[in-house]
């Protein structure tokens, strides 16, 4: 139970996938303009990584590993998160056509997304078990959300601000998402 409770702390703040891994910055820097069109992204993204998670722990200890085709892992991983974003998108668009409307594009983009890939990639390298890489996969997806409710939080108050003509729009995420890596840095010495 210790070792989970420092997977989820580690994976969520710590090592923290956008603020300090720098993966995942594309849904982050573009869907970040609202809150809840950010919490719908962060609700998407933590469906698909933690199943995602389990299934490639799963495929990879009982299928890849046995029949010695660990090389195959990025492939197979990639089709996995593909099939689980079809989901994804199949079910928003007929449960919760509004949340589908606002993601637009970056909801097929999360197949691409670097982080979703990158998660069942780091679950292999740090040689995790199904439940290790699983808790893994959640932390890092709700790390993901805090970190883009927080940036669209941040960004509904500052729309309104006297702001140079220079620094309007994108520099200005662009410089708060700086200064949200360097406050994640502080998180460093935790574990």
């Known amino acids: 139970m210790k070792e989970l409770l420092l997977i989820i702390v580690s994976s969520a703040i710590v ?7 720098f993966l995942g910055l594309c849904p982050f820097l573009g869907v970040s303009k609202k809150i809840e069109t950010a ?3 962060g609700g998407a993204i933590i469906f698909v990584i933690t199943l995602s998670s389990f299934v490639t722990s799963v495929i990879y200890r009982f299928i890849l590993v046995p029949t ?10 990639i089709l996995i998160i593909a099939a689980l ?27 691409t997304n670097c982080a979703v890939l990158g998660v069942a990639l780091i679950n ?22 805090l970190s883009i409710i ?7 108050k500052i729309e309104y601000n006297d702001i140079p003509e220079a620094f309007k729009g994108f520099p200005t995420v662009l410089l708060t998402a700086g200064l949200m890596a ?10």
Do not use: H, W
């Open 124 to 145: 292999v390298q740090n040689d995790y078990n199904i439940l290790e890489g699983t808790v893994n996969g959640f932390a890092i997806a709700a790390g993901f959300t």
């Open 150 to 156: 927080v940036m669209a939080g941040i960004r509904e």
């Open 68 to 77: 010695n085709m660990e090389y195959l892992q990025t492939i197979v991983f």
């Open 15 to 21: 090592n923290n996938v956008v603020l300090s891994q």
């Open 182 to 191: 360097i406050a994640f840095c502080g998180f460093s010495g935790l574990i």
């Open 39 to 41: 919490a719908g992204m």
């Open 85 to 111: 974003v079809q989901f994804v998108e199949m079910f928003l668009k007929k449960a919760i056509p509004s949340l589908y409307q606002a993601l637009g594009v970056y909801l097929p983009l999360i197949t």
